[in-house]
């Protein structure tokens, strides 16, 4: 029986979030180059890792992680304006389309001779090679992977995307790099817009590395609906017989997670910090599952692309193109400060796989798209 909460029981993880969000704001307006939702993500894992996170959070957080986060992905997309990414030329395109597909394919590829879930390098292969936490969100909620698996992708974006503020810089200043390509190569390979914004804006070429990164944020969505489409082909038939345990009876007598009306069965359901009991019986399938095997582009996801669309034509007024990336913005914060109380810092400073491919990933994205600025005339 699964049981949707009251109202009531959801204002307790709101309020949190929304508490969460101020401090980012306050953050970020001291930091810039820490954007409000990577504040956000490192002040849950924060509290998380304290064990300060209360049951009676729960219920508002999950509400938060899946409804509110897909409300601000789908406003994502009236920050791009594709006459805009176009003008940037064939050869910067490139470049972008190069880096981040080749990052994307080949992150799994070392995530697995690594021994590392695939779930995990998924989810570190998209956070990388598209938009940083934006992303592994959406791809998290568009697929079975778990709360722990974005939980480690997160913190590999923190982590890197904030080093190569510094990093990037220093690099294209050794190695020659005009301030042109070091903005082509900042929106190429850094992970999140406002670490790239920042860098763009040090040197000089804002408006440039910002265009680049959001031509990498639009492919968010073909890339999301491709692989949502061939996990759901590769996933077992609805009646296939139930998992087995090691001693090879049915895995039942599990007790079902409680989550609210009209969300999927998170990952939590496999026992990760959002869920409040375990998981469901394995014969019966998840509401993630059966999501996946339905349809072939998740309807936030259709949403971003509409929105894409609607900026495009250019009839919006600047009033509300001035004013989306604010909302938006907040919006993410929140949804990623409740994912990231499902970050327990001491498990991850167990698991040294994940951040050793993290660091590939970021090397393989940052040399695909040197040699494709190196190139540029």
């Known amino acids: 029986m699964i049981l949707a909460p009251t109202k009531a029981s959801l204002l307790p993880g709101i309020a949190a979030c929304a508490l969460a969000v101020a401090a980012a704001l306050v953050v970020n307006r001291f930091v810039p180059g820490l954007s409000p939702a990577t504040a956000a993500v490192a002040l849950g894992s924060a509290l998380a890792s304290a064990g300060a996170i209360r049951t009676r959070l729960r219920p508002g957080l999950l509400f938060v992680s899946r409804r509110v986060l897909r409300a601000a992905i789908v406003l994502l997309g009236l920050q791009?304006?594709?006459?805009?990414?176009?003008?940037?030329?064939?050869?910067?395109?490139?470049?972008?389309?190069?880096?981040?597909?080749?990052?994307?394919?080949?992150?799994?590829?070392?995530?697995?001779?690594?021994?590392?879930p695939p779930g995990t390098s998924l989810l570190v292969a998209t956070g990388v090679s598209i938009c940083g936490a934006s992303a592994i969100a959406a791809m998290h909620d568009s697929t079975d992977s778990s709360d722990d698996d974005a939980a480690g992708a997160l913190a590999v974006v923190v982590l890197y995307g904030s080093a190569a503020i510094v990093v990037l810089p220093l690099l294209a200043s050794w190695l020659g790099l005009s301030p042109e390509q070091l903005g082509v190569w900042a929106g190429a390979a850094v992970h999140e817009v406002a670490q790239v914004a920042a860098i763009g804006a040090a040197s000089g070429t804002l408006v440039t590395a910002v265009t680049v990164k959001l031509g990498r944020v639009v492919l968010l969505a073909p890339i999301v609906a491709i692989t949502t489409s061939l996990r759901r082909r590769a996933a077992p038939p609805a009646g296939a017989p139930a998992a087995r345990t090691s001693a090879g009876a049915p895995d039942a007598g599990r007790m079902p997670v409680v989550v609210p009306a009209g969300t999927t069965a998170p990952a939590s359901a496999r026992g990760t910090a959002l869920s409040p009991t375990v998981a469901p019986p394995a014969a019966a399938p998840t509401a993630a599952g059966s999501r996946n095997r339905t349809a072939i582009m998740p309807l936030f996801v259709a949403g971003f692309l509409a929105m894409v669309v609607v900026r495009s034509t250019g009839l919006l007024p600047p009033a509300v193109t001035e004013n989306v990336p604010v909302v938006t913005n907040v919006l993410m914060a929140a949804a990623l400060f409740a994912l990231g109380t499902g970050i327990d810092l001491r498990k991850l400073l167990k698991g040294g796989r994940v951040m050793l491919l993290g660091g590939i990933a970021t090397g393989l994205i940052g040399a695909i798209s040197l040699a494709g600025v190196s190139l540029l005339s």
């Open 80 to 116: 791009i304006a594709v006459p805009q990414i176009l003008a940037l030329g064939w050869q910067s395109l490139a470049v972008v389309a190069a880096a981040t597909g080749l990052t994307f394919v080949l992150t799994p590829l070392a995530g697995r001779r690594l021994g590392l």
